[in-house]
């Protein structure tokens, strides 16, 4: 009898939550320490800065190109931010997905309902939130060596994404990094395991009762 | 400022699986470790055998109590076997969730649909699958001192539940106790993070916007 291989589907992990809940940190250690995931890679039309890579921090291009590719429908999510445009490329993320490896995307509220209209049945949608009021103030304060005007909108923006929590599957709380990070590693270890993600399975099955 | 608690509805864990595919050691290792869980007790009109405890093993019924109590809708779900009714109370169930606390049944694709009928919001659906069909025969045949036709009867079952397993949103393939059982773990700690099963989540997020 041959074997019948079961494969899975990878999955598009984003992680949101207001700036100072701890994301950047869970993103990289999660990155760092699971070989099945890796970083969506957005294109933009600002200027690379000293040190990005091509295709690795970002894809560069230019208006015109950024224009006629999202005219295509050739993004799963895109915005402008500050007079530049951001975007997610489909192929790189849709050829992940096939080979059965994880995309992880850093974005906000806007770009999570962007890929949720795209490919629902893909997404993974985990909110992150700080311990308490008190906690997100102290590590609010932390980064404000900057112009009074940029905390604020700092903080509007915190207030703004916070305020669509609702729109999350899964919520963690970050008290205590550990505790969040092995959350974390929970949901994505359990959301592979869907039975939607997987492929041969109906083989698989289809053997198993012969053998009965 | 006060601290605002965050509490969750306790999840209903249904484990299915053909005769052999190992759900009941995954199950014990589960209620033996996880102090969170407990087993959902089913009532049934059978005469208790030796040992069996009432409120424990099962709630013992005679058929007409069985009976008014199925006729006010009491029940999550309820079958006939072998001419002697079961059934699951829905109250023992509903305290124990609105406590926090996970319940853990252990019953077929037909009790798993009536609960999937009653509650679909507090249902986690787990199919356990054998890694393959000479493994599931050979743990088959180990339970084999049993009469041909009491075998065939149980063959016969065994593809049944199989074949219902589109029906679960996870599957685990158990080629090894501990993995299957770690990946168990994973489901449950994930579904305890669901945004919907959490209750003051709307005032806590409230509290962290007043602060920004």
Do not use: C
């Amino acid at each position: 009898m041959t074997e019948i291989a079961i494969h899975r589907r990878g999955l598009m992990l984003v992680l949101s939550s207001p700036s100072g809940a701890g994301k950047t940190t869970l993103s990289r250690r999660l990155l760092d320490s699971d070989p099945e995931i890796e970083m969506s890679v957005s294109a933009t039309t600002r200027k690379p800065r000293p040190g990005e890579v091509e295709g690795k921090d970002y894809f560069f291009l230019d208006t015109e190109d950024f224009g006629i590719m999202r005219n295509r429908g050739e993004f799963l999510e895109s915005a402008k931010v500050f007079g530049n445009y951001y975007g997610t490329p489909k192929k790189p993320v849709e050829d992940a997905l096939a080979r059965g490896r994880d995309v992880l995307f850093d974005i906000d509220w806007q770009g999570t309902q962007q890929l949720d209209e795209s490919a629902p049945e893909d997404l993974v949608k985990v909110f992150i939130l700080p311990p308490s009021a008190q906690e997100l103030e102290k590590r609010l304060e932390r980064r404000a060596q900057d112009p009074a005007d940029i905390v604020a909108a700092r903080m509007a923006k915190a207030s703004d994404e916070i305020s669509h929590y609702q729109e999350y599957e899964y919520i963690i709380i970050n008290d205590d990094v550990d505790r969040a990070f092995a959350e974390l590693q929970a949901i994505l270890r359990a959301e592979r395991l869907r039975r939607r993600r997987l492929t041969g399975l109906s083989n698989f099955v289809k053997q198993l009762r012969e053998a009965l």
